[in-house]
Nanobody, 124 residues
Framework: QVQVVESGGGLVQAGGSLRLSCACA??????????AGWFRQAPGKEREFVAA????????VYADSVKGRFTISRDNAKNTVYLQMTTLKPDDTADYYC???????????????WGQGTRVTVSS
């Protein structure tokens, strides 16, 4: 079981930066054995993959739309996953969700544990 709590969302101007945090509380299995992913959902759209990282941090995957602008990382000592977002665009406006699962993946159904989301709004 993993409890997931996102934070760090907010309002930012286009071209700006934000860092999202995902605090995870794992029981029965150490956090480093869980992969983590970030997804986002804009109003009226389906949830889409943003980035994912393996339990050790050795494998990382990005969506093409954020590659070169977003960086996913994790600190297993703090049970936290981060998403550093730079050069933000209005199209990045969405609710951002963190998820944990037993394998790194780009599809939502692989992840068993989800947070409630944090809203990111990018103004033009």
């Amino acid at each position: 079981q993993v409890q997931v709590v996102e934070s760090g969302g907010g309002l930012v101007q286009a071209g700006g930066s934000l860092r999202l945090s995902c605090a995870c509380a794992a029981s029965g299995r150490t956090f480093s054995r869980y992969a983590a992913g970030w997804f986002r959902q804009a109003p009226g759209k389906e949830r889409e993959f943003v980035a994912a990282i393996s339990g050790t941090g050795g494998s990382i995957v990005y969506a093409d739309s954020v590659k070169g602008r977003f960086t996913i990382s994790r600190d297993n000592a703090k049970n936290t996953v981060y998403l550093q977002m730079t050069t933000l665009k209005p199209d990045d406006t969405a609710d951002y969700y963190c998820a944990a699962g037993i394998a790194i993946a780009t599809v939502p159904h692989v992840y068993m544990y989800w947070g409630q989301g944090t809203r990111v709004t990018v103004s033009s």
